[in-house]
């Protein structure tokens, strides 16, 4: 469901990690978590209100080494990046972006009031998959759920809901078939 070639996001994007799957009682919250897949969402963001395009992807953990290049991957040079205090993120600025940081322990807002783009849509992304997949996503094929999930929020707001199939049937003629053993051996390739 990822169109080759798609535009990276541009103006001002929120960037946090979430964590999702494995066990839901006991363990640990947030950074840190055992059992759990590392997703790194990144949304545009429209002042004085709403938000435009999303991009996730499974990161194997919250380093910059793993964080940088997935927002170099997905945002234009020169974006705004707005993400928490979390050093992972310290180097952004070497990269071409205007990075702004909110230490949430400093700001006296919760998370979800200084970054509302991401938290909704983690939270989104959560009730979606309990509701459409039962709670029942691996970790082998998380990517395709992300793409998946992807594919229909940034079509929300398509005036024709008929065109959404199209789209789909336009990407699957131009995009290289994948054999039935990438699909099924966990290794995720676009």
């Not at 964080?67 to 993120?89: K, N, Q, R």
């Not at 082998?140 to 809901?161: A, I």
Request: proline residues 4%; hydrophobic residues 35%; aromatic residues 8%.
């Amino acid at each position: 469901m990822v169109r080759p070639g798609r535009e990276r996001l541009h103006g001002s994007i929120e960037v946090d990690e979430t964590y999702v799957g494995g066990a839901e009682k006991g363990g640990k919250r947030g950074r840190g978590s055992e059992n759990k897949e590392i997703v790194v969402i990144a949304v545009e963001v429209f002042s004085p209100k709403g938000f435009g395009r999303i991009r996730m992807r499974r990161v194997p953990d919250v380093s910059g080494d793993s964080l940088v290049p997935f927002i170099c991957d997905t945002a234009e040079s020169g974006s705004e990046i707005l993400t928490d205090g979390w050093g992972g993120y310290n180097s952004l600025s070497e990269h071409g972006y205007a990075h702004k940081r909110t230490v949430l322990s400093d700001s006296g807002d919760p998370a979800h009031v200084a970054m509302p783009g991401v938290h909704r849509i983690s939270a989104l992304l959560k009730r979606w998959m309990l509701g459409i997949h039962q709670g029942a996503i691996s970790g082998k094929h998380l990517e395709y759920y992300l793409d998946e999930y992807t594919f229909r929020f940034n079509r929300r707001t398509s005036r024709s809901r008929g065109m959404l199939f199209y789209r789909l049937m336009q990407q699957a003629v131009v995009t290289a078939s994948a054999p039935y053993r990438q699909l099924v051996d966990g290794k995720y390739k676009m």
